[in-house]
């Protein structure tokens, strides 16, 4: 097979045609737009697929809404400040269990904030973002490699479960060119009976979240939750790297995760034992495998480029089993493997 | 094994390119390979600048913090990123425009005239390709072929003169470096 240098944009765009993404709508912005300049000149070379730049952000998501509706394998993408925009039509989504694959390329914020890597919108992507009780599948993933596999499972998972699915990754992934190798995608199964395709002679089918009787409404938020239970309990991804023998373990996903598996060898250089926990599903959080470390382990470091969101989720999943410390650097601003290196060596030994 | 190397210089003295040719060298040569470009809000004329990771293993971080390698093609560019290369680090100069040279003394430079020897060949743009010539023939990362080679597959379908005289180019720049 042939190893490809590509640009993590470009990747995520190739993945989700080679996956047979048949819709996409976006709307530029930095740090994303490569993608969706991907999309616009190899969308047009495969014959029935359809790109379309829309006038912003809001019409992108609606617009893949409504092809999704329809039975196409949709995506849209954009980078923090437009993600806040999609909110409405992502909630849309999951109420009237839409599949369809949502990127977030993040950057720094809050607000406009700037255009380098930022993982500030972990809650936003994890807590559901937009309004009422509902979930998105969120993948982190870490490596070109692992951003052209994930893109390809973000539509198979969407259509599993019928839900949105978001791609969560940032500016350094988006921009950093990596060799890939793009696996070949399983046939998409989605039964006819959820798209509407026209009635024809039969009986006219709705697809609507407006659910006036509460009881309807109540009836259909536990039918979600349940659907978002299965989702917790099959589907947890995370990757456990040097955790055998390690004194201390490093939680950190995407970038963060990268920048501490340079931190390790240097640590191990200097006989720190330290390891890694990168969750690859933010939601559902692999929380029973993070506990399960600290049968052993009673020391951990949240890493994030944030002022600290997915430390919460640490806190819930060791539950006060363990000793967790952290540190953050917010608003795009990016440490080399050299500072997280001393900043865990002084609390390490701190510890010790 | 583990190499970092920073290319810089204004924006439309092929920078990128010879980061991403680099990188897709090292590929084709079997190692793990990151480019990491600068992207922002840049003006006309600013700098532009990439980092190129190599080794033999995975590659944790894509930025470099301290580079083994350092080409700038543009004085501000020295002046950015020269305290940043590692002691016993190499720094490569376009010394048709830079008239200035590295206040380091515990790096080699190399002054390598390549807008002058672009000229020379007739075809000022390939001064990137010739630098690139000093960079392989120094670093010894790659063979010539191989990065030739990469070099000609991602300039893809461009017109077969191309090839040609980044050849020339290649060779110019790699003649230029004494051994």
Redesign the interface.
Same mark, same amino acid.
């Given at each position: 097979m042939n %190893?490809t240098?590509m640009?993590g944009n470009h990747v995520i765009g190739e993945a989700s045609i080679r996956a047979g993404c048949h819709f996409y709508a976006g709307y530029p912005i930095?740090?994303q737009n490569e993608l969706t300049e991907y999309m616009s000149e190899h969308m047009r070379s495969n014959e029935g697929r359809v790109f379309i730049q829309a006038e912003s952000e809001i019409s992108a998501i609606n617009m893949i809404a409504g092809a999704a509706a329809a039975g196409a394998r949709v995506m849209t993408s954009s980078s923090s400040p437009g993600m806040s925009l999609k909110q409405e039509g992502i909630s849309s989504m999951a109420a009237c269990e839409l599949p369809g694959v949502i990127v977030n390329i993040m950057r720094g914020g809050p607000g406009l904030g700037n255009?380098?890597p930022a993982q500030g919108d972990y809650f936003q992507a994890t807590r559901g973002g937009g309004h009422g009780d509902y979930r998105t599948i969120v993948l982190a993933p870490a490596t070109c490699q692992e951003l052209a596999d994930l893109t390809m499972d973000a539509f198979d998972f969407a259509d599993k479960y019928r839900t949105p699915v978001m791609i969560l990754a940032d =500016?350094?992934m988006g921009?950093?060119?990596?060799?890939v190798i793009f696996k070949k995608p399983t046939p998409r199964q989605y039964p006819e009976k959820f798209m509407l395709r026209g009635a024809g002679t039969g009986k006219s089918k709705f697809i609507r979240a407006l659910l006036l009787d509460p009881i309807d409404a109540e009836e259909h938020n536990w039918k979600l939750a349940r659907k978002y239970e299965v989702i917790t309990k099959n589907e947890t991804l995370c990757e456990e790297y040097n955790v055998e023998d390690a004194d201390m373990v490093i939680v950190a996903y995407g970038t963060s995760a990268?920048? #501490? %598996? =340079?931190?390790i %060898?240097r640590l191990r250089d200097n006989g720190m034992k330290v390891g890694l926990f990168r969750p690859i599903t933010l939601w559902p959080f692999p929380e029973q495998k993070l506990r399960a470390l600290s049968a052993k382990i009673k020391n951990f470091f949240v890493f994030e480029l944030s002022t600290g969101q997915m430390l919460d989720d640490v806190r819930l999943a060791l539950q006060g089993y363990a000793h967790i410390d952290f540190h953050g650097r917010p608003g795009g601003a990016?440490p080399?493997? #050299?500072e997280l290196t001393n900043v865990i060596a002084r609390v390490y030994n701190k510890n010790d | 094994m583990i190499f970092k190397a920073i290319f810089s210089g204004f924006g439309g003295q092929g920078v990128l390119m010879m980061g991403t040719s680099l990188a897709h060298g090292a590929m084709s040569n079997g190692y793990h390979v990151t480019f990491l470009p600068s992207y922002g809000a840049e003006i006309r004329g600013g700098t532009a600048n990439c980092t190129v990771a190599i080794a033999d293993e995975e590659i944790a971080s894509p930025v470099a913090s301290e580079p083994d390698y350092l080409v700038v093609m543009n004085a501000p560019s020295l002046f950015s990123f020269q305290n940043k290369v590692a002691a016993k680090g190499v720094i490569f100069l376009n010394s048709s425009i830079i008239s200035e040279r590295s206040s380091r003394s515990d790096v080699q430079a190399y002054a390598v005239p390549c807008g002058d020897i672009a000229q020379d060949l007739g075809n000022t743009r390939v001064a990137n390709i010739i630098m690139m010539g000093a960079f392989i023939k120094k670093s010894g990362i790659v063979t010539p072929d191989i990065y030739l080679k990469s070099l000609e597959s991602i300039m893809g379908g461009r017109k077969k003169g191309v090839a040609e005289i980044n050849r020339k180019a290649f060779a110019a720049g790699f003649d230029y470096v004494k051994d």
């Open positions: %190893k240098l640009s930095t740090p255009i380098r =500016g350094m921009q950093m060119m990596e060799p990268r920048i #501490a %598996k =340079g931190a %060898k990016v080399t493997p #050299a | -």
